[in-house]
């Protein structure tokens, strides 16, 4: 019995230690918004002849957003008038006003912590004070970046946001929301590479921790059933005479 409840406590504290390291990806759709929209990329204007340069203003697949956003192929880089590269693949998602959000499908586990990061690129030609929000329920976390923007530098920067889910957050929505400071005119926020992160346990985790629960279990009912034959034999013994 004592090896058998050795080997539990051991499969336990290992699944414990292991759901507690482990931060699993949580899947963000489109992430670097290179699914192409419906009808393509049909605009040119104040492209400034980039080559290569073209953008949307319809609905991003996989995301939510209105017009005067939508996905732009900046073309050519390093360019004169917007970025001097890209961080993953030809296309970004811009919004010149509205909101662009994504509520992911998994749920709020209590005591997770959810770490969300977005490339956030500061064109060369407008100002750009964009924000980055990760709701979880009715809580909100603002991204920061980890070096401090330079407007109109061209570059990109990395911003990161995280919460700890708490009890109350139990189930809820996780929603990611990439936006423009709302008051900034002639301005644009750009965003590319969208990734989403919480100390979720894998499955061989979840087994070692099952097993060991169901060791622990099986200890104790041997446990109550010795000492319940134990009790029924001092129960049975004859007293001793005096």
């Known amino acids: 019995m004592k090896t058998v409840a050795a080997l539990a406590c051991v499969l336990v504290a290992t699944g414990l230690m292991a759901a507690t390291a482990n931060a699993g990806s ?8 290179e ?3 419906a009808g393509g990329y049909p605009l040119t204007g104040g492209c400034d002849g980039v080559p290569g340069c073209m953008y949307s203003e319809t609905a991003i697949p996989d995301w939510v957003n209105a017009q005067i956003s939508g996905q732009w192929q900046p073309g050519s880089t390093p360019s004169p008038f917007f970025f001097n590269s890209l961080p993953d693949g030809p296309t ?6 509205p909101n662009i959000s994504q509520t992911v499908s998994a749920a709020a586990v209590p005591g997770d912590t959810y770490t969300l990061t ?7 030609d407008l100002v750009s004070q964009p924000y980055v929000e990760l709701v979880v329920g009715s809580n909100s976390a603002f991204a920061t970046p980890a070096t401090t923007p330079v407007e109109q530098s061209g570059d990109w920067y990395l911003y990161t946001a995280v919460y700890k ?9 996780i929603t990611i929301i990439l936006g423009l400071t709302p008051g900034i005119s002639n301005g644009q926020a750009d965003f590319d ?21 169901f060791g622990l279990a099986a200890v104790a009912r041997l446990h109550r059933a010795r000492k319940g034959r134990l ?5 049975l013994a004859p007293a001793r005479s005096a």
Do not use: C, H
């Not at 590479?193 to 629960?213: D, N």
């Open 118 to 124: 977005v490339d956030v690129g500061y064109r060369k």
């Open 165 to 173: 889910a708490t009890a109350a957050n139990a189930g809820q929505p």
């Open 26 to 33: 949580i899947t963000v759709l489109n992430p670097s918004f």
């Open 35 to 37: 699914i192409p929209p």
């Open 193 to 213: 590479a969208v990734a989403l992160s919480g100390s979720v346990p894998e499955p061989a985790t979840w087994a070692m921790l099952i097993l060991g629960g």
């Open 92 to 97: 970004v998602g811009y919004t010149n006003g």
């Open 231 to 235: 009790d029924q034999r001092f129960a």
